[in-house]
């Protein structure tokens, strides 16, 4: 399918503002410049944002909130207010290329009811709103995540979970076929290696695997060269099964962390910069290389993200995506434009954790962050640690092993592991909100036993 009014050949960036004391809009938009980047994704439809992007030629991706879907898929009158009040006062002096409404909603079970019936009728409300301001030139779509596959492999096999195969996702792709618009893919070869790196070779998901790690996917006889190709083919095939094979996939979401938690492989600026690098001179070679199920097929393309951003909760990869540091300085050279040579970068740091690591780790309180200016929120979190779990506090209660010193500062630290350890399992984290951090390093004390688990 040809499609009109999207496509560029730099790689576009997701830009998040989840952080303490990031650079101004302005300035963003200047680093966005200075990284090659072609585009830029925003996860709602920020004036000064859209104001810094004035002018700049870069094209843009706005989001309509997830809460305020169903209202707009009610209620054609509030999209049109919406496209009114977010796009028409920027447009076209902002490029903007993509509305999209919504992120990830089919991932969330919870929205199942609430939510995911008003989805498309939004989508073709706010379809309706573009059009009857002539414009034209705007693609309407949604992000979803692989998840929204219940089978991915091999590629041939890919299949729509039931949930929403036919009450929402042939809808959804009867629009995007008819508006001629894109699937939008949050597409991570990280996560899927990092949860199966006894299987999957790590050089096969950061593009940079010899031929003798090429898989054949038995269904269609097609080789894979890399992991990335496998996700995006899987999701073609899923949408063939449902008989809309030629909608064009745009990647709002792909990228690498550059750090993590001390239990979460692989997460480094090494990994991070051949998978952004390589990624980008693969996208910008022309004719589009596309995927052995679509030869040829260019694609839309957004890293994430711009910025490590300090203030995503969950564990320590959520805040360690980005090109760019909070203070603006580049985590690693890279070119989005993919027109430098790989050979021309400097050397980058060695891999130090793409080897699970198995030892014992513990949370404790950042003595050296956050925590030490905010005494409030410590003694908050310390709270709500207390407050979850069987016995989660006992040792630090009057009489109890770890009691003194009574201070807030160890209490805190007892607290934050003592919860961490009983529920890292079912998906806890050492984070509270920015005041925690793992270490290697046993935190007992005399009677004082700091539990702890191998991973």
Request: proline share 8%.
């Amino acid at each position: 399918m040809a499609v009109k009014g999207g496509s560029f050949t730099r790689l576009g960036v997701n830009y998040g503002t989840l952080g303490d004391d990031l650079p101004s809009a302005a300035r963003s938009v200047a680093l966005l410049q200075s990284l090659g980047a072609g585009a830029v994704k925003i996860y709602d439809a920020n004036p000064a944002i859209l104001c810094a992007l004035a002018g700049t030629g870069l094209r843009v991706s706005i989001m309509v909130p997830n809460e305020i879907v169903p209202s707009l898929g009610a209620n054609a009158s509030l999209a049109d207010a919406w496209v009114a009040d977010n796009l028409a006062p920027f447009y076209p002096a902002v490029r903007v290329r993509y509305v999209l409404v919504g992120n990830e909603i089919l991932s969330d079970a919870s929205l199942a009811n609430s939510t995911w019936p008003f989805l498309v009728p939004a989508m073709a409300n706010i379809h309706r709103a573009l059009r009857a301001r002539s414009v034209c030139d705007v693609k309407v779509g949604t992000t979803l995540a692989m998840d929204a596959l219940a089978t991915a492999f091999p590629p041939s096999a890919g299949a729509f979970r039931a949930d929403i195969a036919g009450p929402v996702m042939r809808p959804l792709l009867d629009f995007l076929s008819r508006t001629r618009s894109y699937y939008f893919v949050d597409a991570y070869p990280y996560l899927a290696w990092a949860s199966n790196p006894s299987s999957i070779r790590l050089d096969y998901a950061l593009f940079a695997a010899n031929s003798s790690l090429s898989y054949i996917d038995p269904g269609s006889n097609l080789t894979y060269t890399n992991l990335l190709d496998q996700m995006f083919d899987a999701v073609v095939a899923a949408m063939r099964r449902l008989g809309f094979g030629g909608v064009p996939i745009a990647v709002a979401e792909t990228g690498w962390p550059n750090a993590g938690d001390l239990d979460q492989i692989g997460a480094n600026v090494h990994n991070a910069a051949t998978y952004n690098r390589n990624l980008a001179r693969r996208m910008a070679v022309r004719p589009a290389a596309g995927t052995p199920a679509r030869p040829g097929a260019a694609m839309p393309v957004f890293i994430f993200s711009l910025y490590n951003e300090d203030r995503k909760p969950g564990p320590g990869t959520e805040r360690h995506w980005g090109l760019l540091s909070p203070d603006g300085k580049q985590v690693y050279e890279v070119d989005l434009s993919g027109r430098r040579p790989l050979e021309s970068y400097p050397p980058l740091p060695p891999p130090e954790n793409d080897v699970p690591y198995m030892g014992k780790i513990w949370c404790v309180l950042d003595a050296e962050g956050k925590a030490t200016a905010n005494t409030t929120a410590v003694g908050a979190a310390l709270a709500y640690a207390c407050g979850q779990g069987t016995g989660t506090c006992d040792a630090i209660r009057p009489g109890g092993p770890c009691y003194q010193p009574n201070t807030l500062v160890t209490h805190a630290s007892y607290a934050f592991n003592s919860y961490w350890q009983q529920f890292r399992q079912a998906g806890g984290t050492c984070f509270f909100d920015g005041l925690a951090v793992q270490t290697k390093a046993d935190p007992s004390y005399g009677s004082c036993k700091y539990p702890s688990l191998t991973k």
